[in-house]
């Protein structure tokens, strides 16, 4: 009785709706009330931001829609050809399915650069100095996004003996698997907490490009690393050394310190 007592303690038995509420047979979704919310809460630290600097609240408006599209657009193309080309090139319309599943998170970080690249040439910004900004609060949409999939029960790790592990019951697991979801979460967190602090405490800010640089190695380096411990997404990894997230990470961990060499070489100020 003692021993199955302990092993009912040792490990969290999720089984969380993903459901918020139901009315008939339809019912908002935790996933995207989180994803959202990482939209709202970025939207008004860049508010204050943008006030701080004089400039008007309706060009944030514009940019949150570029960075919304170049999120979605991103993620779920990074998605289709990244992890499924073969399926989603046979099959193109199955692409536009969005609400079916399947976003990549390299995919919305290449998107959000390329809808940014649209919005600076537009409004007439600084490149660097608009990313040193978002990639504050990018970090915390990216912790939304992970418990989300967390109420999900997707994306989770290998088999653990470790007392956090959770047994996801609802996507019909039996044993203990790593929550990769909150590891990712948490270190997300973790980089938008640092950075927000550098950037209000420090003169960071004054070197264009390097909270911009720091963002995409703590970003990645901890996705490369979460890696180890995750579950497959496709059956393609399987037998690979590094996965498709870990490949896909190292030009982003290499590009960001490459940005803050140059950022550190030349200080700029605002």
């Not at 508010?47 to 599209?69: A, H, N, P, R």
């Not at 608009?130 to 992970?146: K, N, S």
């Not at 997404?233 to 590094?242: A, I, S």
């Not at 982003?252 to 310190?257: K, M, N, P």
Request: hydrophobic share 50%; aromatic share 18%.
């Amino acid at each position: 009785m003692q021993k199955i007592l302990f092993m009912l303690l040792n490990y969290i038995h999720w089984n969380v709706n993903p459901e918020i509420f139901t009315i008939g047979s339809w019912g908002p979704r935790w996933y995207g009330m989180l994803f959202a919310s990482g939209f709202v809460f970025g939207y008004y630290i860049m508010l204050k931001f943008f006030k701080k600097e004089g400039i008007k609240q309706e060009v944030l408006d514009s940019l949150t829609m570029y960075i919304f599209l170049g999120t979605l657009i991103g993620a779920r193309l990074g998605h289709c050809l990244f992890y499924e080309p073969s399926y989603y090139l046979s099959n193109p319309i199955k692409i536009l399915m969005v609400w079916q599943g399947g976003l990549a998170s390299h995919g919305a970080a290449v998107g959000i650069l390329l809808a940014l690249y649209l919005f600076v040439r537009k409004f007439k910004f600084s490149f660097l100095w608009l990313l040193d900004r978002l990639m504050i609060v990018i970090p915390l949409a990216l912790f939304c996004i992970r418990m989300g999939n967390l109420m999900n029960s997707e994306i989770y790790g290998h088999v653990t003996s470790l007392p956090w592990g959770f047994i996801f019951e609802r996507d019909g697991q039996t044993e203990p698997k790593h929550p990769t979801q909150i590891y990712e979460g948490l270190s997300y967190f973790l980089t938008f907490a640092l950075l927000y602090v550098l950037f209000i405490k420090t003169n960071i800010k004054e070197h264009k490009g390097l909270i911009f640089g720091l963002s995409f190695i703590f970003l990645f380096t901890a996705r490369f690393f979460i890696e180890f411990v995750k579950e497959n997404q496709v059956g393609f990894e399987k037998g690979m050394t590094l996965n498709m997230g870990q490949l896909l990470s190292i030009p982003f961990i290499l590009t960001g310190f490459v940005l803050i060499w140059v950022s550190l070489k030349k200080p700029v100020k605002q």
